[in-house]
């Protein structure tokens, strides 16, 4: 009994990444609610995820305000075209539901396509955005070209970012699981796929936080 709750055991490692995921997944909540800052929480979100994963010590609320503030203007600079382009595939989707005829199927089939891609683009680009300081052109289109390069990986990211909303709208105790953990989990699951990736790319780990 002693040996479980031992600091080395795994009881112990698997409890305080669970501890530590869900402070991370407040922290990203309550830094989101403007909607103009989710792009630097973001930012934050998935650093800190990264060093949970990688099994690195750290303070997550220090580390978490250190990276919002260093990544604020890039993440900003990130985040409003891909909300803009959100807000626009949303409010698109919702009209042509409404519109009968083959027309209206093949713009929604267009604008599911572009949901699509839009996801790889958040999932990719704020990693990125940690790991190099480059303009929102080449973020972009550096997150575009890693999803079409490494496709059965992004699906995969694609496909359990899905499972999350889904079973978040479907099963109410589930979505209030996910309010505590929901886009922690979501951003530890991606990085571990992430830092496969990376590695391979040569793109290199966040510097550590002083």
């Not at 010590?57 to 580390?63: F, H, K, M, S, V």
């Not at 496709?151 to 479907?170: C, D, H, N, Q, R």
């Amino acid at each position: 009994m002693r040996g479980t709750f031992h600091f080395d055991s795994k009881f112990y490692q698997t409890a305080d990444k669970a501890v530590n995921l869900i402070k991370l997944n407040i922290l990203w909540i309550l830094f989101s609610v403007p909607l103009v800052t989710m792009g630097a929480a973001s930012c934050a979100l998935h650093e800190i995820a990264s060093k949970i994963v990688r099994n690195e010590d750290g303070y997550i609320l220090r580390d978490f305000l250190t990276v919002f503030q260093r990544k604020w203007k890039q993440a900003l600079k990130l985040w409003m075209p891909l909300l803009l382009a959100g807000v626009g595939i949303v409010l698109e989707l919702f009209f042509w539901r409404n519109v009968g005829g083959l027309w209206a199927e093949v713009m929604t089939g267009m604008l599911v396509m572009l949901a699509v891609i839009w996801n790889f683009l958040f999932i990719y680009a704020f990693p990125l955005a940690v790991r190099m300081e480059t303009s929102t052109r080449t973020t972009l289109c550096n997150a575009l070209l890693l999803a079409v390069k490494h496709l059965p990986e992004s699906l995969y990211m694609l496909f359990w970012t899905g499972i999350f909303l889904v079973a978040g709208w479907l099963w109410t105790p589930v979505l209030l699981i996910e309010i505590f953990t929901g886009a922690a989990v979501l951003a530890a699951v991606q990085e571990k796929v992430l830092l496969k990736i990376f590695g391979q790319e040569q793109i290199p780990e966040p510097a550590p936080e002083q």
